[in-house]
T-cell receptor, first 114, second 112 residues
Framework: KAGVTQTPRYLIKTRGQQVTLSCSPI?????VSWYQQTPGQGLQFLFE???????NKGNFPGRFSGRQFSNSRSEMNVSTLELGDSALYLC?????????????FGPGTRLTVT | DAKTTQPPSMDCAEGRAANLPCNHS???????VYWYRQIHSQGPQYIIH???NNETNEMASLIITEDRKSSTLILPHATLRDTAVYYC?????????????FGQGTILTVHP
């Protein structure tokens, strides 16, 4: 099976702009989660989507949003970019097999805000 | 979610077993222990998880103490490619709705 794919892999944006990142989960996985990784804060949970519904959200401002499509692909959007939004954005999908929740991560999108 | 404590760094010789400890003394009965690792500049990689029994897969073994307050991840024959940050995470499984709380992890360096 193909792994989780994320596009683009690298992105440079200017303060005030908005950005959309895309994630394609492993085939058959219906849960998609997003994380932000920075050197200072480490890996932080942004939100999770399942069957096109956001089920969980981390402690991020409303400028961070996401959605999931009927084929389980997901996008996240960051509006009014700030310098502090520079980070590696990771997407993970899960098969939700049984009661456990192992997640499989993509390679990430590295966003640089100038 | 229960908090975990891991040593910041460990070294291991190539070919030897790497034993990475994790303390999770406040773990609840419905919480699983998950291990992930992250090789530099890549996304985290799922390794193994367990509830109370010891678990083994093709990558590693997970030993959970009887009181579930600590666990050890064992890489039986470490290679240079196992050099990574290893994260021990405690999470309630299905009801976590995707949220994994990552700490600082243990930087494992495998030496030739």
């Amino acid at each position: 099976k193909a792994g989780v794919t994320q596009t683009p892999r690298y992105l440079i944006k200017t303060r005030g702009q908005q950005v959309t990142l895309s994630c394609s989960p492993i085939s058959g996985h219906r849960s998609v989660s997003w994380y932000q990784q920075t050197p200072g804060q480490g890996l932080q949970f942004l939100f999770e989507y399942f069957s096109e519904t956001q089920r969980n959200k981390g402690n991020f401002p409303g400028r961070f949003s996401g959605r999931q499509f009927s084929n389980s692909r997901s996008e996240m959007n960051v509006s009014t970019l700030e310098l502090g939004d520079s980070a590696l954005y990771l997407c993970a999908s899960s098969p939700l097999a049984g009661a456990t929740y192992e997640q499989y991560f993509g390679p990430g999108t590295r966003l640089t805000v100038t | 979610d229960a908090k975990t404590t891991q040593p910041p760094s460990m070294d291991c010789a190539e070919g030897r077993a790497a034993n990475l400890p994790c303390n999770h003394s406040t773990i609840s009965g419905n919480e699983y222990v998950y291990w992930y690792r992250q090789i530099h500049s890549q996304g985290p990689q799922y390794i193994i998880h367990g509830l109370k029994n010891n678990e083994t897969n093709e990558m590693a073994s997970l030993i959970i103490t009887e009181d579930r307050k600590s666990s050890t991840l064992i890489l039986p024959h470490a290679t240079l490619r196992d050099t990574a940050v290893y994260y021990c995470i405690v999470s309630p499984g299905g009801t976590s709705y995707g949220k994994l709380t990552f700490g600082q992890g243990t930087i494992l360096t495998v030496h030739p």
